[in-house]
C-alpha cells in the first residue's frame, strides 16, 4: 500500500504554513507619525541638507551605519537600484566586464549592463553557491573592472579571498547581502567586507519596509558618487562644485520618509529575527544530517549562515530518483519546495540574444568592448548542475515558523527518503 501523498497516501501537513510578517504595532506607530508630519519625502535635486533628503531618511543612514559598523549607510528605493548605483558610482562604463553570479536575483548582473558594462559569469562553488576565488581567477583580464559576489541564500562568500585577489588586480568590489542579513565570516557581518555592500528591503527579506534598500561603504568619495546617482547627480555635481566629477547621470533611487521610518524599527528588531532564523535552521539540519542521499546545508570555517533559504542537495544517481520526483513528493506531502532555486541568469534571452538596448548588440558586441563573455548552455556547469539537478530549498526557517512546523518539515522528508522506492 502506498505511504507516499503523491501515491494516494496520507500527507504529512493539510495546513499551510504561518506566514511571516516582520511588521506591527512599532510600524503603524511610527506610519503615523511620519504622516502626521505631512512630510513624505524632502528631497531636492540641489546643494543643500536636502540633497541627502528629510529627516527620517537621514536618521535612518545614521543608525544603520552604526548597526553596521560602517561609515556611510545610503538609503535607496531598492537595492536593484543600489546596484545600478554601485556600479556607476564604482567608474564602470563602456569595455568593463564585471565578474558575476550566475545564481542570484537577476539585478546582481544586470547592474553591469544598465552602465554599458559586460556581466562574466563565474561559477559557485558547490557547498556555498557562491563564486569564489578560485571561480573568479581565471576570468580576470585587463578589461576586469568590478566584481559583484552574492552572500546566496544566507551563506557569505569567500569575501576575504575575493578581496585579496580584488586588491592584486585593482578591482572594486561590490558585496551584494540582501540575502545575507545575519551572516559573517571571521566575525565581520556580510555586507561589509567588499568596497561596497548592499542590503534589500523589499517584502522577502528578513527585514523589510515594502520596497527598498541601503547601500554602504567606509570610503568618503564613493559615498558621494552614490548619493548623486540618487538624486539627480549630473545637475548637482556642478552646484556643488563637484566640477572633476562628469561621469555621473543621476536617478531618482530615493527612499521616501515612511520607508525609512518603518526601516528603523525593522533595524531594531534584526537581531531577534535573525536569531530565530538561525535556530530553525540548525533545528532542520540537526534533525535532517545524515539522511542517504540528501545533503544538509553546509557552513564553511569562519563562517555564519544567514539562512535566507534552507537549501539541500538531492542525490539523483545515488538514489534513482530524481530531485524534482523528490520535490513533488515533499510538495504532495504539504511541504513547499523550490526546485532549484533560480535559472542561470546568463540562459535568459537578454544574454542568449546579447541585446539589452534598442537592436544594436551593446554593450555586448560593442566596439568599445574587446571580449566575448560565455553565455553558452555549459559555462557555469557547477551552477547549471545545481539549478537542473540537485539543489532546493524552502524558506520555513523563518521566525514565524513553529517547532511543531518545523517537525512537519521533517517527518516529511524523512518520510520521503525512507520511501524512495515508492518513486523509483
Ligand atoms: C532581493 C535581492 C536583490 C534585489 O532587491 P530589491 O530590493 O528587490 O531590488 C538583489 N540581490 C539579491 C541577492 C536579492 O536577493
Known amino acids: ?19 511571516y510578517v516582520s511588521t506591527g504595532p512599532e510600524e503603524a506607530a511610527t506610519v503615523a507619525r511620519v504622516l502626521a508630519s505631512g512630510s513624505l519625502s524632502s528631497y531636492l535635486a540641489a546643494a543643500g541638507q536636502f540633497f541627502e533628503g528629510g529627516p527620517w531618511v537621514r536618521r535612518l543612514e545614521k543608525e ?37 553570479s550566475p545564481y542570484t536575483m537577476v539585478a546582481s548582473a544586470t547592474c553591469a549592463v544598465v552602465f554599458n558594462a559586460v ?28 566584481i559583484v559576489a552574492v552572500d546566496i541564500l544566507g551563506h557569505p562568500a569567500d569575501m ?46 528578513t527585514i523589510q519596509c515594502g520596497e527598498g534598500g541601503i547601500v554602504v561603504t567606509d570610503d568618503d568619495d564613493i559615498a558621494m558618487r552614490l548619493k ?34 518603518i526601516t528603523l524599527e525593522q533595524l531594531k528588531k534584526l537581531p531577534n ?27 564553511e570555517p569562519g563562517c555564519v549562515h544567514g539562512y535566507y533559504l534552507y537549501a539541500m542537495k538531492h542525490d539523483a544517481v545515488g ?47 560593442c566596439p568599445h568592448y574587446k571580449g566575448s563573455a560565455n553565455y553558452s548552455k555549459g559555462a557555469c556547469l ?7 539537478e540537485e539543489l532546493f530549498c524552502t524558506n520555513v526557517c523563518n521566525a514565524a515558523t513553529s517547532k511543531a512546523d518545523l517537525d512537519d518539515v521533517v517527518t516529511a522528508v524523512n518520510k520521503v527518503y525512507e520511501n524512495l522506492d515508492e518513486l523509483r
Open 228 to 261: 548623486l546617482i540618487r538624486n539627480h547627480g549630473e545637475v548637482v555635481a556642478g552646484d556643488l562644485e563637484l566640477n572633476e566629477i562628469e561621469d555621473i547621470v543621476g536617478f531618482n533611487f530615493r527612499m521616501p520618509e515612511i520607508e525609512a521610518a
Open 119 to 146: 556581466p562574466v559569469f563565474a561559477d559557485i562553488d558547490p557547498d556555498t553557491f557562491c563564486i569564489s576565488p578560485a571561480t573568479i581567477a581565471p576570468l580576470i583580464n585587463k578589461r576586469t573592472k568590478a
Open 319 to 365: 538514489t534513482g530518483v530524481s530531485r524534482d520526483k523528490v520535490v513533488e513528493a515533499l510538495n504532495a506531502e504539504g511541504i513547499f519546495f523550490n526546485s532549484g532555486y533560480t535559472k542561470p541568469i546568463y540562459l535568459n534571452p537578454m544574454f542568449q540574444q546579447k541585446v539589452a538596448y534598442g537592436s544594436v548588440n551593446c554593450p555586448f558586441l
Open 1 to 19: 500500500m502506498a505511504k507516499l501523498a503523491i501515491n494516494g497516501g496520507n500527507p504529512v501537513r493539510t495546513k499551510p504554513f504561518p506566514s
Open 273 to 299: 529575527l535573525v536569531e530565530k532564523r538561525i535556530a530553525a535552521a540548525n533545528y532542520l539540519s540537526k534533525e535532517l544530517g545524515g539522511l542517504p542521499g540528501l545533503t544538509i546545508p553546509k557552513v
Open 382 to 388: 557547477v551552477c547549471e548542475r545545481m539549478y537542473y
Open 64 to 100: 544603520w551605519a552604526r548597526a553596521f559598523k560602517i561609515k556611510h549607510a545610503v538609503a535607496m528605493n531598492s537595492a536593484t537600484s543600489c546596484l545600478y548605483s554601485a556600479m556607476g558610482a564604482g567608474g564602470v562604463g563602456p569595455g568593463d566586464e564585471v565578474i558575476v
Open 160 to 205: 576575504a579571498g575575493i578581496m585579496e585577489l580584488a586588491i592584486q588586480h585593482n578591482l572594486m568590489v561590490v558585496e551584494d547581502a540582501a540575502q545575507a542579513y545575519g551572516a559573517s565570516q571571521n566575525g565581520k557581518t556580510c555586507g561589509t567586507l567588499g568596497h561596497m555592500g548592499v542590503f534589500s528591503l523589499n517584502y522577502h527579506k
